[in-house]
């Protein structure tokens, strides 16, 4: 039986910030969240949450025996990385203006006029975002035509020079502000991308908790840090872990949105989780696919199959690890997605969830 959608921990991620290589606000919240669900946990040099729970008997599974020829459990990774896309202030001019370099791939039309939060050591500061320039009532036609570079951008804490040099320092973090809030069935939120991936590693879990059938693998789930530049937590914690099957856990695309042609959607909302096929990154194991495709069909769970024509996830590290592993990516569906709009249909991280939890029971 599905456990209940647990809205407030995808609220409570989403709005905990945490940019590439700053992750440690995510990962405290998540150390806290995952008590008694993993037998060991240990956070690595580079900032990767790695939790173990060996194989445990349940209903299903009276009796715990390593594969034919294998001297230990199978080990089935889960790669969710923590960081969401941000900045890192640059330069602190003497009017108080926060310059900044981003951290993570941003499409500078989304960014005007945006709500920020300043993470310094002092505190959480907030702030206003904007390109510098003229406003509408005393710019031309030619100014209302450029787009910005992300390095046109700047933050304004309301501050003066001096007082904001006093709270903020080179190497302080920005993030967008915006709650996340239930739209009708959707939620949207800054940072699904990738803070869905940490809700599954932690719901599914509880799911193959509730479920009481036990399961013969050893499962991995490793809270990744720095993928938005990388993948590079996950290239560290696969070559750890060494697993034998990775599951890259991450939001793709949903561009079943006006302007889009329908054969570029990669996928649509509420048809299930996406079987994530291929992207720049990885192709993932036909075997693996298959096997999660025929699990999704024995349970009744939606799912749609996905290529990403552009973009890569953590499953590509765990794929290539040491001497390779097999890997599929599991994905949900994201409009919007790298704006403070992101917006996932419930239904689909549900399905996710439901598989994850399948599979794991029978992995």
Known sequence: ??????FDLLK???????????????????EKEIGGLFDEVKTDPLGNLICTRKPRTGKKVKKISPPKGQGRPTRVMLLCHMD???????????????????????????????RVMVVADGGDIQGVMNPGGRPIHISGPKDREKIPEVKEFFVDIGLSGDQVKKKVKVGDYVVMNEPCIEVGNKVVSKALDNRVACWLGIESIRQLDASGSGH????????????????????????AVLPDIGL????????????????????????????????SSFISDHRLVSEFEDLAKMNKIPYQRTILAAGGQDGAAAQQAAAGARAV???????????????????????????????????
């Open 329 to 363: 990516g599991i994905t949900v569906g994201t409009r919007y997605i790298h704006t403070v709009t992101e917006m996932i249909d419930r239904k689909d991280l549900e399905a996710a969830r439901n598989i994850l939890a399948a599979y794991l029971g029978q992995a």
């Open 84 to 114: 969401e896309i941000g900045f890192y202030v640059t330069a602190i001019d003497d009017k108080g203006f926060l310059w900044m370099n981003a951290a993570g791939g941003f499409d500078t039309r989304n960014m005007f006029s945006r």
């Open 1 to 6: 039986m599905p456990t209940a959608f647990n």
């Open 216 to 239: 013969q693998c050893e499962v991995v789930v490793a809270f990744t840090v720095q993928e938005e530049v990388g993948l590079r937590g996950a290239k560290t914690a696969s070559h």
């Open 248 to 279: 890259g856990i991450d939001v793709t695309l949903a561009c079943d949105t006006p302007g889009v042609p329908a054969e570029e959607a990669v996928t649509r909302h509420g048809q299930g989780f996406g079987l994530h096929i291929k992207d």
């Open 12 to 30: 409570r991620l989403c709005e905990t910030p945490g940019v590439p290589g700053r992750e440690e606000r995510v990962r405290e919240l998540i």
